[in-house]
């Protein structure tokens, strides 16, 4: 059973930044990728950002293209979501997942489930 813990939620206005982390408390396969998804209340939880964990390359929604970056630690088993010029439509609970990485990336079929974390984005 794998673990994922994330952190760096918070509060910040609109146009700035806040950095997400995700930390797996064991080796993430190469063969898997790691994820970000975002839920609002009464909507379905949403893809955000995704990497395959072997190869390093990034999966981005169209409403975050350009301003999210996805990246990812082997080392230190951690993804990162850096997010700049925030707007207050990204306010959500931030979920990062891992699993196979054809099942995360295009269908959003995870394995692995973080607790989420709340980021609010203020007008």
């Known amino acids: 059973q794998v673990q994922l813990t994330e952190s760096g939620g918070g509060l910040v206005q609109a146009g700035g930044s806040l950095s997400l982390s995700c930390a797996a408390s064991?080796?993430?396969?190469?063969?898997?990728?790691m994820g970000w998804f975002r839920q609002t209340p009464g909507k379905e939880r949403e893809f955000v950002a995704g990497?395959?964990?072997?190869?390093?390359?990034?999966y981005y929604a169209d409403s975050v293209k350009d301003r999210f970056t996805i990246s990812r630690s082997t080392a230190q088993n951690t993804g990162y979501l850096q997010m700049n010029n925030l707007k207050s439509e990204d306010t959500a609970v931030y979920y990062c997942?891992?699993?196979?990485?054809?099942?995360?990336?295009?269908?959003?079929?995870?394995?692995?489930w973080g607790q989420g974390t709340q980021v609010t984005v203020s007008a």
């Open positions: 064991s080796r993430v396969l190469s063969s898997d990728a």
């Open positions: 997942a891992s699993g196979e990485a054809s099942r995360l990336l295009f269908s959003g079929i995870a394995k692995y």
């Open positions: 990497i395959r964990w072997g190869t390093g390359r990034p």
